[in-house]
């Protein structure tokens, strides 16, 4: 049995951890699940979930982990990495599931390049998840199917362990550079984020001055704005650490939407962008 600490028990966290528990071979389970953690509350809730076999606040209870995960916002997987090499041998895997890989990745190469004795890194973006957020919204199935960058070596060993770890879990693992991650999910992910918070801060101005918008709120609207319940603390860090390709996207979308209302005038050529806006 292989021993996986998870740092920062929240959704994505918890979910893990539920997911590892659950596997078994000929009988046994095959991880045993660690869960660290700040809020002693949230670390108790994950162990009713049956999310951890044990819990602690105290980041060096992961010592004795084959296999730690950082799930926390990306602008604390440095730092937390840096806490973990003080006490990891060079065998324990060290992974995250963040949105930003290009930051993280390049900043922890250059400390492995200081210090050859820090532990290996394993850089992972599951692409799933849902809007709410914390340790009481985890569940068996937000992993099931979902595909998982790996930006590491797919041919080093410790990479393959934990492209295992995934399938296992039921992933499909994909193998990307970190720097190709980040422009992709800027337009994949990122922006759909930015579109659904601008939006539903514009609802909520002219809410303010027209009662009546909300009982004409219905299906579109619900779809545009759900993933405006997104938790702050992981969206502000994502969006600052990969500014620099959401706004040349920003600025393509804006020219987009200018265009489509430019339109307006000429119903041949709005019906030729429909066209080819629809999704079959």
Same mark, same amino acid.
């Not at 994505?12 to 095959?30: D, P």
């Not at 599931?97 to 993280?104: A, E, F, L, Q, T």
């Given at each position: 049995?292989? #021993?996986?600490?998870?740092?920062?028990?929240?959704?994505?966290?918890?979910?893990?951890?539920?997911?590892?528990?659950?596997?078994?071979?000929?009988?046994?389970?095959?991880?045993d699940v660690i869960g660290i953690g700040r809020n002693i509350k949230n670390l108790?809730?994950?162990?009713?979930?049956?999310?951890?076999?044990?819990?602690?606040?105290?980041?060096?209870?992961?010592?004795?982990?084959?296999?730690?995960?950082?799930?926390?916002?990306?602008?604390?997987?440095?730092?937390?990495?840096?806490?973990?090499?003080?006490?990891?041998?060079?065998?324990?895997?060290?992974?995250?599931?963040?949105?930003?890989?290009?930051? *993280?990745?390049?900043?922890?190469?250059?400390?492995?390049?200081?210090?050859?004795?820090?532990?290996?890194?394993?850089?992972?973006?599951?692409?799933?998840?849902?809007?709410?957020?914390?340790?009481?919204?985890?569940?068996?199935?937000?992993?099931?199917?979902?595909?998982? *960058?790996? #930006? @590491?070596?797919?041919?080093?060993?410790?990479?393959?362990?934990?492209?295992?770890?995934?399938?296992?879990?039921?992933?499909?693992?994909?193998?990307?550079? @970190?720097?190709?991650?980040?422009?992709? *999910? @800027?337009?994949?992910?990122?922006?759909?984020?930015?579109?659904?918070?601008?939006?539903?801060?514009?609802?909520?101005?002219?809410?303010?001055?027209?009662?009546?918008?909300?009982?004409?709120? @219905?299906?579109?609207?619900?779809?545009?704005?759900?993933?405006?319940?997104?938790?702050?603390?992981?969206?502000?860090?994502?969006?600052?650490?990969?500014?620099?390709?959401?706004?040349?996207?920003?600025?393509?979308?804006?020219?987009?939407?200018?265009?489509?209302?430019?339109?307006?005038?000429?119903?041949?050529?709005?019906?030729?962008?429909?066209?080819?806006?629809?999704?079959q």
């Amino acid at each position: 049995m292989k #021993t996986v600490a998870v740092i920062g028990v929240g959704l994505m966290g918890g979910s893990l951890g539920i997911a590892l528990r659950h596997l078994f071979k000929n009988g046994s389970r095959q991880y045993d699940v660690i869960g660290i953690g700040r809020n002693i509350k949230n670390l108790k809730l994950a162990k009713d979930k049956n999310a951890v076999d044990c819990y602690s606040t105290d980041i060096a209870a992961a010592k004795c982990a084959d296999i730690i995960f950082i799930c926390s916002p990306v602008d604390t997987t440095v730092d937390i990495y840096k806490k973990i090499a003080t006490f990891a041998n060079k065998k324990t895997i060290v992974c995250d599931i963040g949105s930003i890989k290009y930051n *993280v990745d390049t900043k922890i190469k250059q400390l492995q390049q200081k210090n050859k004795d820090y532990p290996a890194f394993i850089g992972c973006h599951p692409m799933c998840g849902i809007e709410q957020n914390g340790i009481e919204y985890a569940s068996l199935d937000i992993y099931n199917n979902a595909t998982v *960058v790996i #930006t @590491a070596n797919p041919k080093d060993k410790n990479t393959k362990i934990i492209a295992k770890l995934w399938k296992d879990i039921g992933c499909k693992t994909f193998f990307m550079s @970190a720097q190709e991650h980040d422009e992709t *999910v @800027a337009f994949t992910s990122h922006i759909p984020h930015i579109i659904a918070f601008s939006f539903y801060k514009m609802f909520r101005e002219k809410r303010g001055k027209n009662k009546n918008i909300e009982n004409l709120v @219905a299906g579109s609207f619900k779809s545009l704005t759900r993933v405006a319940k997104s938790s702050p603390n992981m969206w502000i860090p994502i969006f600052l650490n990969n500014k620099d390709n959401l706004k040349i996207l920003s600025e393509e979308l804006c020219k987009q939407i200018k265009e489509f209302v430019g339109t307006f005038g000429n119903e041949e050529k709005l019906k030729e962008i429909l066209e080819k806006s629809i999704r079959q």
